[in-house]
């Protein structure tokens, strides 16, 4: 059993920057790929960004390219998010996932954190 909990949502201006971080509890960590999907209102839940179990590899959805950089701490059981140059569109709530094996299907995961509002203001 993986538990997740996710930090550093908020308000931010459009153009700016914000770091999610996801700590997940137990001795497994390193055995997960990481991913981080996003729901906004009256939307599905969408893929944001995968990291293997080891962070040697990453893949992005095509809308966050180049903005965003997911990263882990295999030591710190955490992953990040870094979120660079902020667009309205990029508002909803992120979550946090772990999956033994990843890919940027959300059926794919096993366990999912709560969730962390990103709000980002014209």
């Known amino acids: 059993q993986v538990q997740l909990v996710e930090s550093g949502g908020g308000l931010v201006q459009a153009g700016g920057s914000l770091r999610l971080s996801c700590v997940a509890s137990?001795?497994?960590?390193?055995?997960?790929?990481m991913g981080w999907f996003r729901q906004a209102p009256g939307k599905e839940r969408e893929f944001v960004a995968v990291i293997s179990r080891s962070g040697g590899s990453t893949a992005y959805a095509d809308s966050v390219k180049g903005r965003f950089t997911i990263s882990r701490d295999n030591a710190k059981n955490t992953v990040y998010l870094q979120m660079n140059s902020l667009k309205p569109e990029d508002t909803a709530v992120y979550y946090c996932?772990?999956?033994?094996?990843?890919?940027?299907?959300?059926?794919?995961?096993?366990?999912w954190g709560q969730g962390t509002q990103v709000t980002v203001s014209s």
């Open positions: 996932a772990a999956a033994s094996i990843g890919g940027s299907s959300s059926g794919t995961y096993d366990y």
């Open positions: 137990g001795r497994t960590f390193g055995r997960y790929a």
